[in-house]
C-alpha cells in the first residue's frame, strides 16, 4: 500500500485503549488530515497524553482500529514498525531526554537510528535544529542542567529532527515564557507550511490554540465530545467547549498576541 498518498494521517474508529483493567480512551473516532495543525484539548487526567501514546500503539489496545500514516500501528513489530516510527516524531510532557546524555547526543539518537548520514553531518543536522528552538548554546548540558522551557524546546527539537511527516507533541509551549512560546508556535506553522508537516499538539494555552490551529479535537472522559475547525470551535454551544475556552482565555498570557503580530 502506498502510505504516502493516505490523505489522513490519523484515522480511529472507536478507537479505545487503557492500562491493565483500565479503560482510558472509550471511544474515539476522528480524522486528521495531512499537512493539518490539530490541537488536543481538554480537563487535567481526561487522556490527552494517553491519546498521543496511543497512535504510535504505546498503549495496550482495547478495542476499535487506528491507522496512523496508513498503518495499522497495533499490528507493526519489528523493521516496519522501525520504519514507522522514523515517520513520526513525538515530544514528550516532560521532554522525555535520556538524562545521562547532552542535548547532542539526545539529538543525535533519532538520526543513528534512522539513517547512515556521517557523524558530522548528524552533528550539523542537530545544530541547525536546535537554532530552530534556540537552544544551540545547550548543546553541551545534560537535561538536568536544562530549566523547563529548554527541556520542552530540546523535546521538540528531537521531535522534529528527522523532519517526519507527522510531530506528535504534548504542552510544548507549558511552562514557556510568551515570546518563547509565540516563536514555538511559528516554527510549528512554518513546519506545517514549507514542509507539509502534520501536527498533533496537545494544549490548553488558548493563545497558541488560536496561532496554530486548523482543528480543535476535545476529550472529555475517554469520548471525543467536539471535532470541528477552530472557529467552529470558538462559536460552540457545547458547555464543555465554551467552559474551556472560557478558562483558557483566562489562563492564556496577556499581550502575547501583539507579540505574535510583530513576529509576522
Ligand atoms: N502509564 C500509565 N499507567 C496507568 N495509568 C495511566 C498511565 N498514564 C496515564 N494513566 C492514567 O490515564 C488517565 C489519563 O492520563 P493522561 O496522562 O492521558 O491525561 P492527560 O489528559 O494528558 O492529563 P494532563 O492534562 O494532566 O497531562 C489518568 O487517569 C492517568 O492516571
Ligand atoms: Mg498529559
Redesign the pocket.
Known sequence: MDTQQTPYVVEAEHFAV???E?T?LHDITTKIKRGSVTCIC????????????ATIGL?PHKGGQVRVLGEDVNALDGEARSAFLARVGFMY?NGGLINSLTVLDNLKIPLMAHTNLKDDVIEELVYHKLAQVQLTHAVHLLPGELSGGMLKRAGFARAMVLEPELVLS??PSAGLDPVTAADLDALMVRLKEELGMTLIV?T?DLDSIKRIADRIVM?DKGYVKFDGPLDEALQSDLPLVKNFFARASKEGHPGVNSLWQKLN
Do not use: A
Not at 42 to 53: E, P, Q, V
Open positions: 487503557g492500562y491493565g483500565r482510558i481538554g480537563g487535567s487526567g481526561c487522556g490527552k497524553s494517553t491519546f498521543l501514546r498503549v510532557q504534548d504542552e496537545v490548553h476529550l
